[in-house]
């Protein structure tokens, strides 16, 4: 029996923030995501949903549809990017009530962290699809296989061969927030202090930064790697840009804690900064990843939130 256009979107609506969290691990994008689950849309208004014996698993399936193509085109544009990639980060205020935003509701996951979302990047189009609808939301290989347009023991190959990867990548277990809180306090103070000793011990033997400006906003237009040279570029930034470099909003970036940085004009004594969110990955107690991201395209939809007294150069509160 067919249904009124409000009754179907109703329904529609009741698997919004599940289809969201899909799109959003396959495509490490907003505007991919709400692409595709309009899209989604679009496409079960248009056909008989009496047809349809489980809504939830069709439109996952149709939304896994979608981003694989926009991951297949991802990996031709992916070519041109100006320096590394990063996700568009999803960042709320630190001590905000809980959000019910549809993407603010899917990175409460361990699985849509930064350094998780990286992990699934490396992948083929074709493995991130059949390892994230299996392994995060149960669907079926059968199903699995009709997305990738492949027999269901190849789309079982793909979730197995992304499985192997996935484990060899090794992405750190997320910090407590007061752990992450603790750490960041003692690195910026250790970088006013201009102790490059001090920041170099507290950053993981294995560090890596990785700055995404892409070719719009100055940031590392290569892979920082190691403790020392990550300590030095940081010290230079000091120099550079003054104390402000240290002081930012405290916010959560994909649920992990980091700083909004705020636009900092050019003066005769400093040069300019643009806005950017950073954020850090934790390992053994130490940090083992910065992750600037400062293209202005991927935050369009970070707002402003008030930010601290310069005499804070974490900006971070006190637990």
């Known amino acids: 029996m ?12 009741t698997h919004r923030d599940h289809l969201m969290g899909v799109a959003y691990r396959l495509t490490g994008t907003r505007a991919d995501a709400e692409d595709a689950l309009q899209d989604a849309w679009l496409r079960l208004s248009a056909v008989d949903e009496s047809e349809i014996r489980d809504l939830r698993a069709w439109l996952t399936t149709v939304v896994g549809r979608l981003c694989l193509d926009r ?6 544009r992916r070519e041109s990017y100006v320096g ?35 992990v699934l990047d490396r992948l083929s189009p074709e ?8 392994d995060a939301f149960d669907l079926p290989f059968a199903d699995i296989a009709a997305t990738l347009g492949c027999t269901e023991a190849t789309a079982r190959q ?10 060899k990548a090794d992405p750190p277990p997320r910090a407590t927030l007061d752990d992450q809180r603790a750490l960041i306090e003692r690195f910026t103070a250790a970088l006013a202090a201009g102790d490059l000793s001090e920041v170099v011990s507290l950053l993981h033997p294995t560090a890596v930064l990785v700055g995404d400006g892409g070719g719009k906003a100055r940031t590392s237009r290569q892979l920082i790697l ?8 940081f010290l230079g930034l000091l120099r550079q840009y003054g104390p402000l470099v240290l002081t930012g909003a405290p916010v959560l970036v994909n649920g992990d804690l980091g700083m909004l940085l705020p636009d900092v004009a050019a003066s005769d004594l400093t040069r300019g900064r643009a806005r950017r969110v950073t954020t ?18 991927k935050l369009t939809a970070v707002p402003d939130f008030p930010q601290p007294e310069p005499h804070d150069p974490a ?5």
């Open 2 to 13: 067919n249904v009124s256009d409000d009754a179907l979107a109703q329904r529609f609506a």
């Open 71 to 76: 991951l297949r085109s991802a990996t031709a």
């Open 84 to 118: 590394p990639w990063l996700p568009e980060p999803v960042v709320t205020p630190l001590g905000a009530p809980t959000s019910e935003d549809p993407l603010e509701v899917a990175v409460r996951d361990d699985g849509v962290r930064l350094a998780a979302l990286l």
């Open 127 to 134: 493995q991130r699809v059949a390892l994230v609808l299996h």
């Open 158 to 167: 793909h979730a197995t061969r992304a499985r192997r990867a996935v484990a």
């Open 226 to 233: 190691g403790p020392d040279k990550i300590g030095r570029f």
């Open 280 to 297: 850090f990955s934790v390992r053994d107690g130490r940090i083992a990843a910065v992750y600037d991201i400062v293209n202005p395209d």
């Open 315 to 319: 900006g971070l509160p006190r637990p």
